[in-house]
């Protein structure tokens, strides 16, 4: 495994505050690209993008909606929504996965984002973008060129979160000390 990738994977902020600079199509297209290669159940592929470059629309909904704040000085959203039809079980794992896929697209190519939680209001969410009833935004992403440089969030420690062949038996002192 390359060290290279996982520094980059290391080094992903959520990007809340954007300079104004156009972000191309190009580049946001590119990200949805690489997004298609997230894996899902049978390869059902649910998810769709929609991409919003009207900067109006985007402080629009900033009014609307506090937590959407991000999209106050965001030049692009693209929200990611799930197809309940096309994976009935999975939509809503296999969508995340495309949409954490997206994310860190952008993130290779220097485009700061955050996702913006859609699942509390869902109904305004898909209105937003007129999306059908059967269908379920589970990202959206306010985008842009970062403006701050977040330093990262606390995580919980190793051995709170993992545990050794059965659940609650933890990594005993020495484990990570092992190559
Ligand atoms: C499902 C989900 C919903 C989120 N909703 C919001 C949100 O509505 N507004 C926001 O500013 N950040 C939101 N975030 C970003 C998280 O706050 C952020 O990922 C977390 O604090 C860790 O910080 P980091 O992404 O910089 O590592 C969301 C992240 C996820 C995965």
């Known amino acids: 495994m390359s060290e290279a990738c996982v520094e980059s994977l290391l080094k992903r902020r959520s990007v809340r505050v954007f300079r104004d600079e156009e972000v191309p199509l190009e580049s946001l297209l590119r990200a949805i690209e690489v997004a298609r290669y997230a894996p899902s159940a049978g390869n059902r592929q649910p998810w769709r993008f929609v991409i919003v470059r009207d900067v109006r629309k985007l402080r629009e909904l900033t009014e609307k909606l506090h937590h959407a704040g991000p999209l ?9 929504l799930a197809n309940v039809d096309e994976s009935p079980t999975s ?29 509390r209001n869902v109904e ?28 990262p969030k606390k995580r919980k420690d190793l051995r709170e979160i993992t545990y050794m062949e059965r659940y609650g038996i933890p990594l005993s002192e020495g484990t990570l000390d092992l190559p």
Request: glycine residues 4%; hydrophobic residues 60%; charged residues 10%.
């Open 124 to 151: 305004e969410f898909r209105e937003f973008v007129k999306a059908p009833n059967n269908y379920i935004p589970i990202a959206l992403f306010a985008i842009g060129w970062p403006a701050e440089q977040p330093e």
């Open 72 to 80: 106050a000085t965001a030049r692009a959203a693209v929200m990611v």
């Open 91 to 119: 939509y809503m794992v296999d969508t995340s996965l495309a949409a954490m896929y997206f994310w860190l697209a952008l993130h290779c190519m220097g485009l700061g984002a955050v996702w913006i939680q859609t699942l």
